[in-house]
């Protein structure tokens, strides 16, 4: 029975997995292509969230979680153009700064906007509750949730790997300057990262309202893990940040299950440890401008 | 926040900046002097509460409450003829809030200190309140300890701490069967407040022949619940027991809705905004509460109908007790004719009745200086009987009953180890 018991925390802990993958994969195609850890897109998460609830209230919850992560997409697209770009050649504490920056005024226009109370949502009532397979207990809202991810981490995947925008950006990632000698901007490049990576920010927000609290502070508490994860799995890795998220959602359910006091901690210790061992993460590869 | 000090610090100017300001506030002090002694013939009120962080939201209703207050006694012609002024402070932390709190008394001239909602803030502006000899009313933090162990003689305690909140619940839920031979299992805030709150829920299952077969403690910041819901599953209790605060009861109770667990949910600590924030169908089970919208009082009603006109809602409980406090506070320096701490705290302990918008009026204990005061359970209303998506909860009538003493419900002298 334990054995059962610690199997169902696994199973769980890969389904929350996917949910940090929405949020870290972005951050991390923003960092491995610009060079910047970009602290707001905690911010756009929150903004797909509120986002979602307004075209929910008129149109339906699920045109909120497909439309609002095209509405913060296009956010995000001025976001790249007028602030992100001026700071991919500057030292990285600038962009650090005024990433920073940005999430505090973004959460405190969320703040005056909305107000600081959380706001009620719900999932449409067909989708709540259990679904039983075996001894297995499942949330069905998840499951639909990890579906999504399912779709949206394939789409990525092939975008990066088997079209030629993903080869630039490749390219882009690891020597700029030999693809700049080609005569390839990669500014336009950019921009298109960085609406992909903060849509999918905004879609992990729109799709967790439902079960988690709605309010201003919660794109800060979730970026805190996107990073862990980013790290963990190393810079420019695509299945490093995917393999992460999952170690990152398996080791916290397993360490719950028997000493839950160090629940929270457990990613933690987890990041200690492959930093020890692997310092460029578990997959990370070695980008010659980072060095 | 405009945090006065770090800005009059800040930037390598200062020295040429402050003589400026000195410079000017000289020059008007000459102009216009009328103005400047009305200025220092207010009375000054240091208010500290959340406005960020877990707590964040319900500090957001705290001081829409404490605005409404200070217009009303202010417009009636304030307190002895002078106005009052309340000066709100983002408290952030145990640690900043003292700080604060000590600024507040020393330099911004706060005559009294009043606010908090976090049982682990309010500790340490109690120690700043007992080290100053100044009277903080503490409104909103519910932990016993706060009115039991580390009671001082210079705090009173308006809100209804955790025993109360507990024979709130713990009366329904006996009611209904809930306690007697049954197996509870709860989640509790891993803080000051969940300890405490954690402590008489076992106190109370134990009395009345329940058992606990699980309790886990629950970081303050988590937001995913969904380990903790499996070891629920797999400990298959009778009843689940909440002993969250904040966002964490909402986490817990859409979560608990999204997982469609069914063994009924007995909750110790419910905020209404927390209720309001769980969304159409999440809440389920019995619990406490110290004052909710739909009380039908003529002073509640009249409060509710000049919150919704100014802010569009309904007040949450916080709106309503930081509006009850600086009326209890206005009452006592009317009534004392004085701001003077030693005054005030006589007037406290002589037990002086207050109209805190209940059926019953209000009272601080002398000998432990918490109010004794109704309070209510709720259980939520079956679907479809919502009027509004303010309307969920099924409002159930006052404890202790109208024939009983307002004690009742309060910790007993044996239980509470209150030394002034």
């Known amino acids: 029975m334990q054995v059962f018991f610690l199997l169902e925390q696994v199973v769980n802990g890969l389904v929350l997995g996917g949910y940090y993958l929405l949020i870290a994969l972005g951050l991390s195609l923003i960092f491995s292509v610009g ?75 969320i703040r005056m906007i909305w107000g600081a109370a959380p706001l009620p949502a719900s999932m449409p009532a067909g989708l709540k509750g259990p679904v ?43 020597r700029p300057d030999m693809v700049a ?20 920010a905004a879609l992990g927000g729109a799709l967790f309202a439902p079960i988690t609290v709605v309010h201003p502070a919660m794109g800060a508490e979730i970026i805190i893990v996107a990073f862990v994860v980013v790290v963990i799995g190393g810079l420019g890795s695509f299945w490093g940040v995917v393999l992460a998220a999952f170690l990152v959602g398996v080791v916290r359910g397993v360490t719950i299950h028997f000493v839950p006091a160090a629940g929270e901690a457990s990613m933690y210790v987890l990041m200690f440890l492959v930093l020890m061992f692997r310092p460029r993460g578990l997959l990370g590869e070695r980008i010659e401008k980072f060095e | 926040m405009i945090d006065k000090k770090a800005e009059r610090v800040s930037g390598p100017s200062a020295g040429r900046r402050q003589l400026l300001q000195g410079g000017v506030a000289g020059a008007l002090a000459l102009a216009f002097p009328a103005i400047v002694r009305s200025q220092s013939d207010k009375i000054k009120i240091g208010h500290l509460t959340p406005l960020t962080g877990f707590l964040g939201a319900l500090g957001e209703y705290a001081v829409m409450g404490i605005k409404i207050a200070t217009e009303e006694i202010n417009k009636a012609g304030g307190v002895m003829g002078r106005q009052l002024d309340v000066m709100t402070e983002d408290s952030v932390n145990p640690a900043t809030a003292s700080t604060k709190a000590q600024r507040m008394l020393d330099q911004d001239g706060a005559t009294v200190l009043m606010g908090e909602i976090n049982s682990a803030s309010a500790k340490t502006i109690m120690q700043v309140a007992a080290r100053n000899k100044r009277l903080f009313l503490q409104v909103g933090a519910r932990s016993d300890v706060l009115r039991g162990a580390d009671c001082n003689r210079y705090t009173f305690h308006v809100d209804i701490p955790v025993t109360v909140m507990v024979n709130a619940a713990g009366q329904a839920l006996l009611r209904d069967g809930l306690v007697k031979g049954k197996r509870y299992f709860s989640l509790t805030a891993d803080y000051l ?97 110290v004052w909710h919208h739909e009380l039908d009082t003529p002073g509640s009603k009249a409060f509710v109908a000049e919150f919704r006109r100014r802010y569009g809602k309904p007040p949450e409980n916080h709106a309503w007790i930081e509006y009850v406090s600086l009326k209890i506070m206005a009452q006592a320096m009317n009534a004392t004719k004085s701001t003077d701490t030693e005054k005030l705290i006589a007037y406290f302990e002589s037990q002086a009745e207050f109209d805190i918008l209940k059926a019953r009026k209000g009272y601080f ?14 259980t939520v209303k079956p679907k479809g009987q919502a009027k509004d998506k303010w309307d969920f909860l099924q409002f159930g009538t006052a404890i202790p009953a109208p024939n009983q003493p307002l004690e009742l419900i309060a910790t007993t002298k044996e239980q509470n180890t209150c030394k002034m």
């Not at chain 1, 336009?188 to 849509?199: D, E, R």
């Not at chain 2, 599953?233 to 966002?247: E, T």
């Open chain 2, 365 to 378: 204990r002398s000998w432990d200086h918490q109010l004794m005061q109704e309070a209510y359970p709720f």
């Open chain 1, 132 to 174: 039983i397979l075996g001894e297995f207990m499942f949330s069905r809202y998840r499951l639909l949730l990890l579906a999504v991810v399912a779709v949206v981490l394939a789409g990525i995947w092939f975008l990066i790997h088997r079209t030629s925008f993903g080869r630039v950006v490749r390219a882009g990632i690891q």
């Open chain 2, 193 to 289: 407040f969940g300890h405490d709150l954690a402590k008489g829920v076992k106190n109370f299952f134990t009395a009345n022949g329940g058992s606990q077969i699980g309790d886990e403690l629950i970081a303050t910041d988590v937001t995913d619940f969904s380990p903790y819901l499996l070891k629920i599953r797999q400990a298959r209790p009778d009843v689940v027991a909440s002993n969250l605060a904040g966002n964490q009861v909402t986490n817990f109770v859409k979560q608990y809705a999204e997982f469609g667990l069914s063994y009924p949910i007995a909750g110790f600590n419910l905020n209404t905004a927390d209720a309001w924030a769980a969304g159409d169908g999440n809440l389920a089970g019995i619990w406490p509460t």
């Open chain 1, 35 to 109: 060079g910047v850890v970009n602290l707001a897109h905690g911010a756009f998460y929150a903004l797909g969230a509120y986002i979602s609830l307004e075209i929910a209230k008129v149109l339906g919850f699920g045109a909120g979680a497909a439309l609002s992560p095209i509405a913060v997409a296009l956010l995000g697209m001025l976001f790249e153009r007028f602030l992100l770009r001026r700071f991919y050649a500057a030292d990285p504490i600038l962009s650090l700064l005024v990433t920073f920056g940005l999430a505090l005024i973004v959460e405190q226009a």
């Open chain 1, 181 to 200: 000698a080609l005569g390839i901007r990669l500014q336009p490049y950019m921009t298109t990262i960085v609406m992909l990576g903060v849509g999918m």
